[in-house]
């Protein structure tokens, strides 16, 4: 059983539902059970599923940030990969389709899953479910854009965005109109500049995952609002020179701009050269640990680091430590920092309570 409440701030959801019609109020064992069954393509190109709403409530997940995210078609992984796009009008389709997914999900299962978009239905989840972890709680969900590219017109876009319940977004994956990105490098262009201006006007709070370095030590100074990296890891504590890590001077400006870090628990991005037929054994769940105590040394303080888990975003079960079969697992994580010296409020703080104190800023 749960001991601590955990938010876990990023999973595509949405992309999952629409790719393999995956249903999150399953058991993760039973979509395995029916994907094996059907001989889907999901477990193969995607692996198996982390997710499923028993095991979010094993893991004590109070809330999880829930993406839109739409790929380039220059980056498609194969012909099974529906949600990608050639044009900006493309990825606003996809976004508007996985937002009315959302809703149906929240509309058909009102007491497994919640959109969370102010402030005050966040904190009554939050009490309700804390009071008792061991009691069944729907599982918050807070929107969170993942690639900005369907951002067609900043100053008309982001306000609507925002009436529908979007609180996050960032602005690349690989690079965009707004800014570079994942092996995309490049700084913040006049359109991203303005994109910054538009989510600064609404109250919107940037993340700034995938985001190039330049682009993102130009937005740490002038970005008024909430900045956060919903899942990444740094680069030194992963040892791989890629711009998908966050560098050290990076870590800094978060820590300046009192922002939380989302560490990824993904066998690619805890040890260097790792590949699949490595197998997850090779990977334990201390790696997780070992970044996560990266930062913290790195801070002073347990203030500025929480889990992003990415689940089900382009990797499974297969692809992650050898410990984790699902997200249930993920309380283990627990016992280490523990086992290390990390006094229960550190522990909380890591959990939840830092992506907490983030959200009772963003939430109007
Ligand atoms: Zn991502």
Redesign the pocket.
Known sequence: MPRFPLIDA?EDLAWNMLTFGRDYTLDAYEIRERERRANAIAPQVNGETLLGWPQYQQAGVVLAFATL?VAPSRKRSGAWEKLVYDTPEEAAHWNREQLAAYRRLVEDHPTMFTLITHRQAFEDLWQRSTQNLEQEHPVGLVLLM?NAEGILTPEEDVPWWYEQGLRILGPA?AGTRFCGGTGEPGPLTDEGRRLLRAMAEVGLALDV??MDEAAVLEALDTYPGVVLAS?ANPQKAVGIASNRFLSDRVLQGLFERDAVIGVVPYNRFLQAGWKPADGKQAVPLRRVAEVIDYICQKAGSARHVGIGS?FD?GFGREHTPAEIDTIADLPQLADILAQWGYIEADIRAIFAENWRRVLLQVLP
Do not use: A, P
């Open positions: 990023h995210f993942e994956w995952s995938h899942h990415d975003g």
